[in-house]
């Protein structure tokens, strides 16, 4: 919901409905939905003119699932007026209304319409009639009403483009920014539509079964499912005010990881290395465009789509669809370009990256994302480009050429990969990098295969490269042997050899990655439930009468809510103080270190040394020595990050975790307390989220954020290569040097240039910094505040349920058990159906 569309218009409004007198901020997403989420259903309940008991009861859900405890007396408010001023769909003000709300987010409020419609178990047609109307005020499509019509009468036949259309847009993750009830509410109307229509696998795709990443997908999907029944439950039980409003946040949170989960696979290597005819063999199709030469010209990523769909995403921020048959041209760079070495053309690139969505290939059908990447030797973005690559990946491949094995500038991308995957550690061997060794079919005999494989593994092994040196991290490979024998049907040995790569490669997305996943979404999920359980058993307790507060025993925990919230305040405060000196202390640092570069890098540019003639090869060894200045110069950065940022922000945030610890400790010792004198489990209720609070987060968001942080320095630098003919031309008047006077003059001109443009990244250099060292703190406090948060939902439930027991009848009490009683049978179903996932999944 677009909240700068909030206008006064709508303020003035909304007082008058509601008598209040209402600010800016009063007016939430979540108020501007419900307040025409009322009009809606109070129209659609008197459409057929009869308002049954049912259509009450559905109405009531439907508001509930929106209403928090902020704004319940507000919103009752905005329905009495509502009705007393007869506010219709066909109402100026209710267009209003609906100017900031978001496609989805109308065709939720529709959706939730539909659902009120069949609160007797049929659709009236005037009710029918009455829904179009509201369709057409909200610019809803006829096709997507037809597909929620369908979904909530049990119909069948649907058509699958409106189908997939509105999965789609109701998918959770385009809500991610609302309130967690939106999320909720998108998982709801989903689970009533038919599932969306997976396209046939036309033969040509069947080659490549991925069998396990297919079992993978299936257990995500039935976690997905078991998700959302936990949300349910959790959401009932919350609107018996049994459970406090956190926990929905909490199962939303689970709930999203669970849809989102899908393996990223990176393919890296240098120009015409065979990459696009690996992909081509991989995805079983010839998509990626293929040439001689270097061709490659942005990161694309492909993925599964229900429809062949290319996206471009500029660097200016903008997005363009472009119609599938201009994909190629926009991935490739220009012949020209390519055979002229013209490496400026990559830079000049406006696209950041491209997205290609494909319905038939099965291993992106199977939740595997790949991202392919120009080459990487020529790329002046190099650098950046593989930072970016390698977040967030699940594997990397390293393609090779037997024919070109192991060059040094090769070494040192595969070096930098296993730099750059293990977070900047330079011993440790990388566990999730594959290398690929292709053109094995243009070796002639058996002595070149076998020292191939001897070079290959001497450097895999004296580096201490990969985590396992055996063949499921080393293939060799002949990819276009290996995508014409799929083309063509038949199997040979070059098939088996990729059919044997591509083996290992499942193997590790599911057994390494996916099985972790699983596990850990299956701790949380349980970890919920245990929660609620233990909750429910309480509640039991209240109404039994085993809970009991005195007044003097409710006066102290109103008086604990403040001094709670006293708490939140006290460590937002130094957190604030902290986060000020540590940036002083930074600055200061890199200041210092700042001071002494380039004497550094002059001091090391002694040891410079090309192969390259002075004479006659200029060219080739000023870009050579441009080269080893930005390696000096990534050194110097990774020196500075280790020795002083690093050092600097742990103390600040040693600092903050011991004020943190000892209020958490006081909190729990409170809590320790009441459930002593009630015979609680509050303590351990929430111990279990004060452990949550992450004193490790610093540390892993450390190791990223100094690979990006230098990657984005390095990109600056990465200018200096076009500099290469300024220098030759500068330099041609001291041709008759042929001593080392000339040499030396080169790297003083680079040196010289390349700091001069590094000076100007100062202010976004120090930005950057900055932003780091906010973004660790806020964590900080961010975590502590939902501890803090679920302490006080804890005391206010309580004392709601006190409340609640104390007015309730003996009889209501009675149904009140017996209705907990068949939440906690619910929750131990789910339980059960959990441990059987985690016991298959220990066996795929």
């Excluded at 799929?486 to 599911?510: A, G």
Aim: aromatic share 8%; net charge negative.
């Amino acid at each position: 919901m677009d909240t700068s569309l909030f206008s006064s218009r709508i303020v003035n409004f909304l007082s008058r409905i509601s008598g209040q007198r209402l600010s800016q901020r009063d007016i939430t997403p979540q108020v501007i939905f419900l307040a025409l989420l009322i009009v809606v259903l109070r129209d659609i309940a008197c459409a057929d003119g009869v308002v049954t008991e049912e259509e009450m009861q559905r109405w009531q859900t439907i508001l509930k699932r929106f209403v928090s405890r902020e704004i319940k007396q507000l919103t009752q408010l905005i329905s009495l007026g509502m009705k007393q001023h007869q506010i219709s769909v066909h109402s100026p003000e209710f267009l209003m209304l609906t100017h900031p709300l978001s496609h989805s987010e109308k065709l939720l409020l529709i959706s939730l319409s539909y659902e009120m419609s069949t609160a007797d178990g049929e659709m009236d047609s005037r009710e029918k009639n009455y829904l179009e109307i509201v369709g057409k005020q909200l610019g809803i499509k006829s096709q997507h009403l037809a597909v929620l019509e369908a979904g909530f009468t049990h119909q069948v036949n649907v058509e699958p483009d409106a189908l997939d259309e509105v999965h789609f847009l109701l998918d959770p993750a385009r809500f991610q920014s609302a309130d967690p009830v939106f999320i909720q509410a998108a998982n709801g109307i989903l689970a009533a539509l038919p599932g969306k229509l997976e396209p046939e696998t036309t033969e040509q795709h069947a080659t490549q079964s991925y069998w396990k990443l297919k079992k993978y997908q299936e257990y995500r999907k039935q976690l997905g499912n078991y998700c959302y029944q936990i949300s349910q439950l959790i959401q009932d039980c919350k609107n018996h005010g049994i459970l406090p409003q956190t926990l929905i946040g909490n199962i939303a949170e689970v709930s999203q990881k669970i849809k989102s989960q899908r393996f990223r696979l990176a393919v890296v290597g240098e120009f015409s290395k065979g990459k696009s005819t690996l992909l081509n063999a991989l995805l079983g199709e010839e998509i990626q465009p293929v040439r001689a030469i270097p061709c490659s010209g942005t990161v694309t990523v492909i993925k599964y789509g229900t429809e062949k769909r290319v996206t471009c995403r500029y660097k200016d921020g903008r997005t363009e669809e472009i119609p599938f048959d201009q994909y190629k041209l926009k991935a490739t760079i220009s012949k020209d370009a390519a055979l002229e070495h013209r490496s400026d053309e990559l830079a000049q690139s406006d696209i950041e990256e491209i997205i290609f969505e494909h319905p038939e290939l099965v291993l992106c059908k199977n939740g595997v994302e790949i991202v392919d990447s120009p080459g990487l030797n020529e790329h002046p973005d190099r650098t950046s480009i593989t930072y970016k690559l390698l977040q967030d990946t699940d594997a990397v491949i390293f393609l090779t050429d037997a024919m070109r094995l192991l060059t040094e500038k090769e070494k040192e991308l595969i070096q930098d990969m296993r730099y750059k995957l293990n977070n900047g550690s330079l011993d440790e061997p990388a566990e999730n990098l594959f290398i690929l060794v292709n053109f094995m079919d243009m070796l002639d005999n058996e002595e070149d295969l076998h020292d191939v494989r001897t070079r290959l593994e001497n450097f895999v092994k004296n580096e201490n490269l990969l985590i396992n040196t055996g063949k499921s991290r080393v293939h060799y490979i002949s990819a276009k042997l290996a995508l014409k024998a799929i083309h063509n049907k038949y199997e040979d040995e070059y098939l088996k050899r990729f059919q044997f790569f591509t083996q290992s490669l499942e193997n590790f997305l599911v057994l390494e990655r996916g099985k972790v996943k699983i596990i850990h979404s299956i701790k949380e999920l349980n970890s919920l439930i245990t929660k609620v359980l233990n909750w429910l058993a309480q509640s039991k307790d209240v109404l039994d009468g085993n809970i009991q507060l005195s007044k003097t025993a409710k006066l102290e925990i109103f008086e604990k809510i403040g001094a709670v919230s006293g708490r939140e305040l006290k460590i937002r405060i130094l957190v604030n103080s902290q986060k000020k000196q540590a940036a002083f202390d930074v600055y200061d640092s890199w200041q210092y270190w700042y001071n002494k570069l380039p004497k550094n890098i002059v001091e090391k540019s002694i040891s410079w040394s090309s192969q390259h003639s002075r004479v006659f090869e200029q060219k080739e060894r000023i870009k050579e020595y441009t080269n080893r200045f930005l390696e000096e110069l990534k050194a110097e950065l990774n020196n500075w990050q280790q020795s002083s940022l690093d050092i600097i922000i742990k103390q600040y945030i040693g600092i903050l975790d011991s004020e943190i610890s000892q209020e958490i400790n006081t909190l729990n010792t409170e809590f320790e307390l009441i459930d002593k004198s009630l015979n609680t489990n509050f303590s351990d209720f929430i111990g279990h989220d004060i452990m949550e609070v992450d004193t490790t987060l610093f540390f892993g968001t450390l190791g990223r954020w100094s690979v990006n942080f230098l990657g984005g320095m390095l990109l600056v630098s990465t200018g200096l290569i076009f500099f290469v003919p300024l220098f030759v031309s500068s330099i041609n008047k001291f041709t008759n040097w042929v001593d080392g006077q000339q040499d030396t003059r080169i790297k003083q001109k680079i040196i010289e240039s390349g700091l001069v443009k590094f000076a100007e990244s100062q202010d976004k250099i120090t930005e950057q910094i900055n932003q780091y060292i906010s973004s660790i703190f806020e964590s900080k406090i961010k975590s502590f505040s939902a501890v803090i948060a679920q302490a006080i939902a804890l005391y206010e439930n309580l004392l709601e349920q006190q409340e609640k027991a104390h007015n309730e009848t003996l009889e209501q009490r009675e149904a009140e058990k017996i209705w907990i009683y068949q939440k906690r049978q619910e929750l131990e179903q789910v339980q059960n159906r959990l441990e059987v996932i985690l016991s298959k999944c220990a066996i795929v």
